[in-house]
């Protein structure tokens, strides 16, 4: 990971009516995949005025669906401390690291609350949409499309989780940590990311945004990366065969591999749902699947295709429709 990848780019706190948005999160589950716990840590300007930074949990359980839990509470901007070099994002008694997280959200009434104390091993290799930072950087300022780095993007995680009480401990844990930002989110995205396969050097991650695909294959320590432009448009890019909530199909090929993908989310995990509040007040339903199947075939060059599996995939469908028409979308903001 690059020491800047998760410093904020942002001036926090931005003045009232400055338009912004700067989100990092992060997923972890135990090794054996009864449980997801993904979390984040949000600051938040809007044109209309509201301000102020935010953190949310959610549990996934497998084998107990109604254990499944939500939750979300709002810190004002005099609360909320962002810089770099290190980077270490506070919101009131939360602290995001590069290497750890801890956290705590109260439960409604005298139900305890939902606390994180994690750590790890900065990942080396940050994932981006786009490999050159000039378009990158070109994009965001004429097109307002944000910027994202998957700073943290296949680590091993330490610690314990808390629901009320109920006490999760990780330990060797796969999980990954994002950073995002920009004052017009996309209308529309899916992603995976996965780093619990049998082969425990194998990370995949694919952001499909607007119709773009990016996909990163992540084995034994080499990185093939197709998110070059090539890749993502054009007649050789990257394929999404088939895209609708609980079902992705896509493929790509370059740097060396051959890869085809598909994802599920199985009828029996859980959705976590939720909408979120964009810059301009307009917001993105978020339909997330922590524990999605994950089929991976592989070919690099002069060997024969390998097929991994994983039902630890992390995976969402973000719309400016609810993706999940029939549930319940709580507002983040």
Not at 289 to 311: G, K, M, R
């Amino acid at each position: 990971m690059a020491p800047e990848d998760n410093d904020p780019v942002l001036d926090w706190p931005l003045p009232v009516g400055e338009p912004g948005r700067e989100v990092w999160y992060s997923l972890v589950s135990p090794t054996d995949g009864s449980v997801a716990f993904w979390y984040r840590y949000t600051l938040l300007s809007t044109e209309g005025g509201r301000q102020g930074g935010r953190l949310w949990a959610a549990l996934t359980d497998r084998e107990n669906p109604d254990r499944s839990t939500f939750i979300t509470r709002s810190v004002p901007f005099d609360g909320v401390r962002a810089r770099g070099a290190p980077f270490s994002l506070t919101i009131d008694d939360a602290e995001l690291t590069s290497s750890s997280a801890v956290g705590s959200i109260p439960l409604a009434g005298d139900g305890g609350e939902v606390a994180w104390d994690l750590s790890y091993d900065p990942d080396p290799y940050s994932f981006t949409p786009l490999r050159s930072e000039l378009l990158t950087d070109l994009l965001s300022t004429v097109a307002g499309t944000g910027k994202h780095w998957s700073a943290n993007e296949g680590v091993r995680m330490d610690g314990e989780v808390t629901v009320g009480d109920r006490v999760i401990d990780f330990e060797d844990a796969p999980g990954h940590q994002g950073h995002t930002l920009g004052s017009s989110p996309p209308d529309s995205w899916t992603w995976i990311q996965c780093n619990e396969f049998t082969d425990r050097s194998v990370v995949l991650e694919a952001l499909d945004i607007d119709g773009t695909l990016s996909i990163c294959l992540r084995r034994d320590g080499e990185v093939h990366a197709l998110n070059q432009l090539k890749h993502v448009v054009g007649p050789k890019s990257n394929r999404t065969a088939h895209d609708e909530p609980g079902l992705w199909r896509f493929s790509g090929g370059g740097e060396g591999v051959d890869i085809q993908v598909t994802i599920r989310a199985p009828e029996e995990v859980k959705w976590q749902t939720v909408s979120y509040m964009a810059p301009d007040e307009t917001l993105r339903y978020n339909a997330h699947c922590s524990l999605a199947d994950v089929t991976l075939t592989y070919t690099l060059a002069n060997e024969e295709p390998v097929t991994l599996e994983s039902s630890a995939g992390r995976a969402e469908w973000v719309g400016t429709e609810p993706p999940l028409p029939d549930r319940d979308y709580p507002p983040e903001w």
